[in-house]
């Protein structure tokens, strides 16, 4: 078979081949808004770290297996490996870099530190991701698998283990990281609701 001419519609030799076809896509991260051209197949995990060079989310399993890639979507919990950047233009976009900065911790990041929720730290920028979103979730009433009470969600220990179920953790530190976000909930809510959480 015959390779086409250029005049049938083949890249003349020696000039580059066109690039895929790329999208644009304005996502505001970390309250900076960013505009791209993307190829519509990259997640937005691997736009947040290749394209935007956000390291702080970590690709761990690629597959949504183990939350590592938590980022907030307009303040919902997403697994940034799972969903393609185009599909959010126009969005809110926060990663850990977004939630604090090393002279102004989020409240939760201090809390991590002080219960050594962190451990290795390879998983802790989703842990984070999570708690933030697992906090606003149960303040908006949000129900789990394990709430009983459809109309009367509130903050406990077993709710924390359940909607915090998708960020693994191999170091183990689950009950410092119960305990860092119950310590943040406490402060945000009454230390009464620390009891809850026990």
Known sequence: ???????????????????????????????????????????????????????????GCDHGQCGACTVLLDGQRVLSCLTLAVMHDGQEVTTVEGLGTPDDLHPLQDAFIRHDGYQCGYCTPG?????????????RGVPSHVTDDLNDVSFSA????????????????????????????????GAATQEAAQ
Request: aromatic share 0%; with cysteine; glycine share 6%.
């Open 1 to 59: 078979m015959t390779p086409p001419t250029a005049s049938q519609g083949a890249a003349p030799s020696g000039q580059p081949q066109p690039d895929p076809a790329q999208l644009p896509v304005t996502l505001t991260v970390n309250g900076q808004e960013r505009t791209l051209n993307l190829d519509p197949r990259v997640s937005l995990l691997d736009t947040l770290r290749e394209h935007l060079h956000l390291t702080g989310t970590k690709k």
């Open 127 to 139: 842990q984070l991701c999570s708690s933030v979103g697992t906090l606003d979730e149960i303040a």
């Open 158 to 189: 077993n709710e924390l283990r359940e909607r915090l179920s998708g960020n693994l953790c191999r170091c183990a530190a689950y009950p410092n990281i119960i305990a860092a976000v119950s310590e943040v909930h406490a402060a945000q809510n």
